[in-house]
């Protein structure tokens, strides 16, 4: 009797999730598309006034766009031809004091970044879209950017990346 229960209950999931067709855990509907390009993104954040320019976050901003999509849907990789079409440039990157000290100075720095990207669908032209999206990470003013760089280049870049993925592929 409970053998038979389980059984009627694992159908029934598995009958429910793969009923659900287009439907993923990410949340992302690629439609028809099949391929995606990332094409790279220039850092133009030293013609940005108070801005600087950071030495390889134009490559690791690009790759980890690319591996955001390729963790989160089924779409291929290409070089050229993409049916989705990722490109845009890096116009900020900005390290400003946030908070004071009684002796006013900074307790507290944030680095912001600031990417603007151009999405193209080549199989559905009414979702194109050019944005600018943005993140920030706080840092103690005692610390160094070096010493934080990393860690906040992470956290900015997977919240940026996945606002672009949820903005570009996710019908919410």
């Not at 694992?10 to 995606?36: E, H, P, Q, R």
């Not at 690009?62 to 490109?87: F, H, M, P, R, W």
């Not at 006013?104 to 603007?116: F, K, W």
Request: aromatic share 12%.
């Amino acid at each position: 009797m409970i053998k038979s229960r389980h059984i009627v209950l694992m159908l029934a999931l598995v009958v429910g999730i793969s009923s659900c067709g287009i439907y993923n855990f990410t949340g992302g509907d690629v439609g028809t598309a099949k391929t995606f390009q990332v094409n790279y993104f220039q850092n133009y954040a030293s013609q940005n006034p108070g801005s600087t320019f950071e030495p390889g976050m134009d490559r690791d901003f690009t790759l980890a766009l690319q591996d955001l999509i390729l963790n989160q849907t089924s779409l291929d990789l290409v070089k050229s031809n993409g049916d989705l079409l990722y490109e845009g440039e890096i116009v900020e990157y900005r390290i400003s004091p946030m908070t004071a000290t009684s002796q006013q100075t900074a307790a507290q720095n944030r680095l912001s970044i600031g990417v603007n990207v151009r999405f193209f669908n080549n199989t559905k032209e009414d979702v194109d879209f050019e944005q600018r999206f943005s993140f920030f990470y706080d840092y103690p003013a005692n610390s160094q950017l070096a010493s934080v760089k990393d860690e906040a280049h992470q956290v900015i870049f997977e919240r940026i990346t996945q606002d672009i993925f949820n903005k570009s592929l996710a019908d919410w």
